[in-house]
């Protein structure tokens, strides 16, 4: 989600993608938009690709924040 498409932001999120930096990138990007970390993060190996996947949930904790970081 950009910052542009909106302001109603889901409670959760459940964020994937190649173990690399710009999955960290997302994630900090998350946690600044007032997301919390929900339980431990999960990888897999996609052996087609050739890489490790990574995912982790948050939810947003503050029902009155307006997704502006």
Known sequence: MTREASTTLPRYRL????DDASFCHRVSDML???Y???????LTYDSDKK???A??????K????????
């Open 15 to 18: 964020l994937t993608g190649p």
């Open 62 to 69: 503050s029902s009155s924040f307006d997704g502006t970081p």
């Open 51 to 53: 890489c490790v996947i």
């Open 32 to 34: 600044d938009r007032g």
């Open 55 to 60: 995912s982790q949930a948050v939810v947003l």
């Open 36 to 42: 919390e970390l929900y339980g431990s993060p999960s």
